[in-house]
């Protein structure tokens, strides 16, 4: 009877997604061992859990593996640079470059402002766009002007031909 009990409680369920707290996983342990009927009903729920997860997996697009492992393939085989090659000052750690006949040459750059820069091609699109934007903003409050006012001239007209009818 505390068997079926303790299965309907959702401890097992909680345990089999991980979301059981470590009270709850010792006390789970126990019971189990203690109680076959538990690791029975757990083992069920472990199978119903995987059949599961099988009927809902996707199958990944085709390539993906060779993609993967191109990838891998290139982080493997990339070379990699001896810190020797980088020279300090004095123990200091200023960074001074370094050149190598057949490596690249690292230049460390540092920044005097935190503004952004802007080429010069992109500051005039910038200021077309904004005049546009303000252009297209006149013109949307100027026909809704307009068609407010018409508006009022279809419900005047129609007022009148109620009248007209009576």
């Not at 097992?12 to 059981?20: D, F, H, M």
């Not at 935190?114 to 091609?121: A, C, E, G, S």
Request: net charge negative.
């Amino acid at each position: 009877m505390i068997q079926q009990q303790y299965i309907d409680s959702g401890i097992l369920e909680a345990y089999v997604t991980g979301s059981a707290t470590e009270a709850e996983v010792k006390e789970l342990l126990y019971m189990k061992a203690k109680y076959p009927e538990i690791n029975f009903a757990l083992q069920q729920l472990e199978l119903d859990m995987e059949h599961i997860a099988q009927h809902m997996a996707v199958t990944p697009p085709v390539g993906t593996w060779d993609k993967i492992s191109d990838t891998i393939d290139e982080l493997i085989l990339r070379p990699e640079y001896d810190p020797k090659q980088f020279t300090t000052d004095n123990g200091n750690n200023n960074y001074q470059g370094f050149k190598t006949n057949n490596g690249p040459h690292f230049i460390e750059v540092e920044s005097e402002s935190n503004h952004m820069k802007v080429h010069k091609n992109w500051k005039w699109v910038l200021a077309a766009v904004f005049v546009l934007g303000k252009i297209f903003l006149g013109c949307a409050i100027y026909f809704y002007l307009e068609n407010r006012q018409a508006q009022q001239q279809v419900q005047e007209l129609k007022t009148e031909l109620k009248q007209l009818k009576k």
